[in-house]
Structure formats: C-alpha cells, structure tokens
T-cell receptor, first 113, second 112 residues
Framework: GENVEQHPSTLSVQEGDSAVIKCTYS??????FPWYKQELGKRPQLIID?????GEKKDQRIAVTLNKTAKHFSLHITETQPEDSAVYFC????????????FGKGTKLSVIP | SQTIHQWPATLVQPVGSPLSLECTVE??????LYWYRQAAGRGLQLLFY??????ISSEVPQNLSASRPQDRQFILSSKKLLLSDSGFYLC???????????FGQGTRLTVV
C-alpha cells in the first residue's frame, strides 16, 4: 500500500517568513495529493490539492509543488500570519484504483508574532 | 450543497462498554465513506472505508467494526471498549469523481 512521509514534524517561523513542508510517497501510481489544515480541536479542512498532471498550483499565499519523478510534493506558505498556526497534513491517493487517502503524520506549524 | 453530520461531539465511556458513532451525509449519493482515528498529537489513521452499502474494508485489526446500512449512513461500533480506543474519531466522505475527503466535526471519545 501507499506510504506517506512528512517532514518536519514541528516548524516555527517568524510572522512574515515563509514555511515549507515536504512529503514523499511510495506508490508511483498515486495521482492526487491534497493538503489539509487542522486547527486545535477541529476537523481537518482541505486547503489546496494537486493532481499528477500538474507540477505546481498556487492559491494566494499557498502553493504546492509536485515532483512525480522523485515522488515528493511540498507545501509553501508565504508571508505567514499567526492564523496560519495549525497542524498540516499531506496525503496521497489514487494508486492502483484506490479511493482512500493515505495521510502523513502531520506538521505542527507555529507562527510567532 | 453537501454536508456531513457526525455525532456525538464528545463521549465518555467506561472500559468494556459498547460504542456506536453515527455519521450521515446529505446532498450526494453513493459517496465513499471513511472512519479515521486521531490519537492525541498524532496523525490520521484510516480505520474503515466503504464504497457502497454493505461494503466495508478494514485497514487495521482492532476491536472496532463499521457498518453501512444505508447509502449515506456510516456507523462505527465496538462491543467492548478498551482504554486504547480513546481518541478523536472523524468520519469523512469523498465524491467518486474526485478523491478529496471532507471531514465531519469529529467525536472526542474518552474511555475511562
């Protein structure tokens, strides 16, 4: 089955700096890569996703890049703000006709004002 | 629009007692349904998923079970809870055309 590794597990940045979270996956057939943000005590919510036919996708301060050859994808947050503080999860799915998402273990991002 | 309802929001149960968590989805038909568990400070562990009524796939061995009696209803059960069953349980659904998962509000289960 799919295995997703996520780094770092914790990340602290100064407000206004950029944050980068990286994930690798094992199943070369995976074709869908979402990122979720989970605030304390709340449900994870999709913030951005990318499919295997695209190398990069941007939505305001958030961008995701995908390198299918190397089987890794990254989340980039620019001009971080205190409200960006949360746990971020990457995931992968679609391998071998699978519908279920396999999640990374999460990155706790703290933005220091 | 689609919505997902999960209840209860919090639950405190004694060891050895039964469990039933319910999840329903509105505004879509034939969704993929999922149960995840999140231990404190940990990642999301997929417990069960279902692609149709009566079709349940289990990802990890445990004393939990799942059932899908109706197209948009997904139930997580246990006959006898263990202390290790404590955690944050999340139901989610996915559209068959895409594979993103939309999560319910979650149930915080504490087994005492």
């Amino acid at each position: 089955g799919e295995n997703v590794e996520q780094h770092p597990s914790t990340l602290s940045v100064q407000e206004g700096d950029s944050a980068v979270i990286k994930c690798t996956y094992s199943d070369s057939a995976s074709n869908y890569f979402p990122w979720y943000k989970q605030e304390l005590g709340k449900r994870p919510q999709l913030i951005i996703d990318i499919r295997s036919n695209v190398g990069e996708k941007k939505d305001q301060r958030i961008a995701v890049t995908l390198n299918k050859t190397a089987k890794h994808f990254s989340l980039h947050i620019t001009e971080t703000q205190p409200e960006d503080s949360a746990v971020y999860f990457c995931a992968a799915s679609g391998g071998a006709g699978s519908y279920q998402l396999t999640f990374g273990k999460g990155t706790k991002l703290s933005v220091i004002p | 629009s689609q919505t997902i309802h999960q209840w209860p929001a919090t639950l405190v149960q004694p060891v050895g007692s039964p469990l039933s968590l319910e999840c329903t989805v509105e505004g879509t038909s034939n969704p993929n349904l999922y149960w995840y568990r999140q231990a404190a400070g940990r990642g999301l562990q997929l417990l069960f998923y279902s692609v149709g009524i009566g079709q349940i796939s289990s990802e990890v061995p445990q004393n939990l079970s799942a059932s899908r009696p109706q197209d948009r209803q997904f139930i997580l059960s246990s006959k006898k809870l263990l202390l290790s069953d404590s955690g944050f349980y999340l139901c989610a659904w996915g559209d068959r055309r895409d594979t993103e998962a939309f999560f319910g509000q979650g149930t915080r289960l504490t087994v005492v």
